[in-house]
């Protein structure tokens, strides 16, 4: 446990780092979106990148692996509205409080940590696990955040919103950087030389300044949506992502093997550590802009990514 804890330490060291300067000003709130710019646009897609295209092609296309966790995923937003849809708390609300429930922080998180521990062979895994999140876990809730618009058109609304999620997975750089990486891996492709250096001076920022912001984003929504609200309007959505979502995928993943899906064990170790992963930090950027009360999403992502220092470490001591 204690080298386990001795691996992940500076990883949340990051963030703390990062949500201390922009509680104490530091760094000015107004650069966030400068820092969160350079991770999304250039050294996340960088590192995806370099991933994808090191990772044997078979392991970017294990059907296995995306419908067990395309299962789990679909049981935790259907279970985190019912548990939370009520006369305050709507659908737009309910449902983007799902997704912070079955969403974790893979990408500026789950790579480099899960590399760093299980080693590069679960990239692989790790890369199939954000595609599945990006492109179906979240434009489904998207959609469903749109049920408020009104009982006669709400039906429209939600599959309106559902294309526009999906036009917004169109222009995310990451999903590109995947696909192209896992292009070069059918190839076995390989940069110019001073291209792929710069490519991977890139990869090898990605890490450490995507971990900071995550930090500053939290500072930054704690500080901009501070109101009083009660525990149980979010300590309970964020034990499901810390407990409920691992123990489920590990469940529904022996039960596959038992059932004879070609689910291999370490994949399966991986996606429990990932599905063990605090809520994506970018879900409150998304609530902000869908009218959504970013103060319970700010507060939900901000009790996983601290708690998670301790249940994510547990979770690697019982699966390694």
Known sequence: MLNILLVTFPFFALVLAGFLAARRRMLPLEAIPGLN????????????????????????????VAGVYLLCALIMV????LMTLNSRIRWNDASLGALVAAFPNT?????????????????????????????????????????DEGEGHGVAAMLNAGKKALRGVVSNPMPWAILLGAAASAASFTLPGPVEKTVWLLADAASPVALFTIGAVLARSQMQSN???????YVPVALMKL??????????????IQMGVPLDR???????????????SNV???????????????????????AAFFTFSGAVSLMT
């Open 284 to 306: 409150s950027l998304l609530a902000e802009r869908l009218g959504a009360d970013n103060g319970r999403i700010a507060r939900i992502i901000l009790v996983t990514t601290v």
């Open 78 to 81: 259907g279970f985190a509205v």
């Open 37 to 64: 710019g350079f991770v999304l646009f250039f050294a996340l897609p960088a590192m995806l990148y370099r991933f994808g295209s090191t990772t044997p092609i078979a392991q970017l296309l294990d059907a296995s």
């Open 107 to 147: 990408g500026f998180m789950g790579v480099p940590l899960l590399a760093a521990l299980l080693g590069p062979q679960s990239v692989g895994p790790v890369i199939v696990l954000i595609v599945v999140d990006m492109v179906i876990t979240s434009s489904l809730c998207v959609a469903l955040s749109r049920l």
């Open 243 to 256: 407990l409920l979502h691992p123990l489920l995928v590990l469940l529904v993943g022996l039960a596959a």
């Open 227 to 233: 109101h009083p609200m009660p525990l149980s309007d």
């Open 266 to 280: 370490f994949a399966l170790t991986v996606m429990v550590l990932v599905s063990a992963l605090p809520s994506a």
